[in-house]
């Protein structure tokens, strides 16, 4: 390997590490506070938002925000205010949002 | 009167189809998404929705003719024209671009008899094949990875550039960089080699228009490249995930062939891919291109009296796009010297560099940085690009697999 081929596969080191940085760590997060903002946002965009929870069924809870999340749960969760991480996705052409976690605060 | 219109249509799909051959960076999806989006505009409202997917057909099929020359005159990559730089270049710098681009010609209108034999297959058979073919693929990828890495006289280097392309293509695509490919493939195939170009300061051979006679392949070579296409372009057609740059992979490694015969077979694929998409949109209800969900999208299904007029728009834009190719490589063969070939390579970098500006995000850039220095070490450290293909190998075995 000739020499001056070191420069540019360092450089490609550090640029990977740098892209696997971001998407390991929880960084370039996205705060979001209604549905519409997740069409406007790229696939595989981490996302965050808090919100108190005024309507729920079994599967579904949705925030005073008016964004719905797909989550089982069995007791109520109404009037409860959480943190949600999520990443988007797409479905069919459509965004979606995949929940990472969900903590009370 | 329909069948007016639809004439028309095609004959505007073909030229919106030169222009975004032409045109780096402005790609059918982009047109496609236009159109389809424009559908409640009150001119756009009153043509027939067949004559728009006449149209869109046109225009993709014209793409696959006229795309190779940005790659193989200017080193502009295209998403699926990109591995055609490669053999493109050395050829423009032996004043051979328009045989270049001429076999790449063959190729795509060579593709018309790959079509007439698959699609009655893939009407007949694919509903019942897909699944079986989706659970071996993954298994088909590993092994031509290991078959590329172990090939290689410098295997060290050549499983360093896999995996790193690997890792960097995986990225990518769990990263919201918006056109993923668009900096990773304009990156790692397109800056890499021009900003070589630029340094070494390369002086452009006056290029030979050489007539069409004259132009051909061995017998030896044309089988191999025309089986090649036969057996890999319709397998890389109706799996998500898996495109022309796969089958391309495939091909030139399973069946080896010289450069020539890997311009001839490229051109093939592509053609074949994009047409075959449109069979597959109608036999699976699955859409595998840009412009065949834009298709489906507007017929809401495809019927067979549908699908018989796209193949003939297919035909039809094929044997034009065959000629209009050979008048615009004549054009750019007979001009390309005029101007110095350094300032040229100069003014295509600011142009990728432009249209990755534009069209991406600031992720993307850092994709564009990282494909770029990836590109150039691997020029630089006499590995074969061909191991570049890791970035979109890697992630498909992913997909299949998980």
């Known amino acids: ?105 | 009167m329909i069948f007016i219109i639809c004439f028309l249509a095609s004959l505007l799909g073909i030229l919106a189809g030169t222009f975004t051959g032409l045109a780096p960076g402005i790609h059918i999806n982009l047109v496609s998404a236009i159109l389809v989006g424009s559908l409640s505009l009150p001119f756009i409202s009153k043509i027939p929705l067949l004559a728009l997917a006449i149209f869109i057909v046109a225009m993709s099929i014209t793409h696959t003719f006229i795309d190779f020359i940005p790659s193989i005159y200017l080193g502009a990559p295209d998403d699926e024209s990109f591995l055609s730089i490669l053999p493109g270049h050395k050829l423009l710098l032996q004043g051979k671009a328009h045989e270049a681009f001429i076999l790449t010609l063959y190729g795509s209108i060579f593709s018309l008899i790959i079509i007439l034999i698959v699609t009655p297959l893939f009407i007949l058979f694919l509903p019942i094949f897909f699944s079986l073919i989706k659970s071996v693929i993954p298994f088909i990828l590993i092994f031509l990875s290991l078959y590329i890495i172990i090939r290689e006289d410098r295997s060290i280097i050549a499983s360093l550039t896999f995996i790193l392309a690997g890792i960097l293509g995986l990225l990518t695509f769990n990263l919201p960089v918006k056109e993923p490919l668009l900096p990773l493939l304009s990156g790692l195939f397109g800056l890499s080699n021009l900003l070589i170009s630029f340094k070494s300061k390369t002086r452009l051979p006056k290029q030979i228009i050489l007539p069409l006679k004259e132009i051909t392949l061995s017998k030896k070579e044309f089988f191999k490249s025309s089986l090649a296409s036969l057996i890999f372009s319709p397998l890389c057609s109706f799996l998500p995930g898996i495109g022309s740059g796969h089958a391309a992979t495939l091909g030139s490694e399973f069946i080896e062939q010289d450069n020539r015969g890997f311009l001839f077979m490229l051109g093939a694929i592509n053609t074949t891919i994009m047409a075959l998409s449109y069979v597959t949109a109608y036999s699976i209800n699955k859409t595998r291109t840009g412009t065949s969900a834009a298709v489906f999208s507007l017929l809401t299904t495809i019927s067979s009296n549908q699908l018989m007029i796209i193949l003939i728009t297919i035909f039809f834009a094929c044997i034009i796009s065959f000629f209009l190719g050979i008048y615009l490589s004549k054009f750019f063969s007979k001009h390309i010297n005029k101007i110095s070939y350094t300032k040229l390579t100069f003014v295509v970098i600011l142009i990728i560099i432009l249209i990755n500006l534009i069209f991406t995000n600031w992720l993307g850039i850092l994709v564009l940085a990282a494909s770029t220095s990836l590109g150039i070490f691997v020029i630089l450290s006499g590995s074969r690009r061909i191991n570049l293909m890791a970035s979109l190998i890697l992630p498909s075995i992913i997909y299949y697999l998980f």
């Open chain 1, 1 to 105: 390997m000739q020499k001056q081929a070191l420069l540019p596969l360092l450089i490609t080191l550090e640029l990977i590490f740098l892209l696997a940085s971001i998407y390991i760590l929880p960084i370039n997060t996205k705060k979001i506070s209604s549905p519409q903002e997740i069409n406007s946002l790229e696939p595989n965009q981490k996302i965050e938002f808090e919100g108190k929870i005024i309507k729920e069924t079994k599967n579904q809870i949705t925030f005073n925000n008016s964004i719905s999340i797909y989550y089982p749960h069995n007791s109520t969760l109404i009037n409860k205010t959480y943190m949600v991480n999520g990443i988007i996705n797409t479905f069919y052409e459509n965004k979606t949002l995949i929940v990472k976690s969900i903590i009370p605060i």
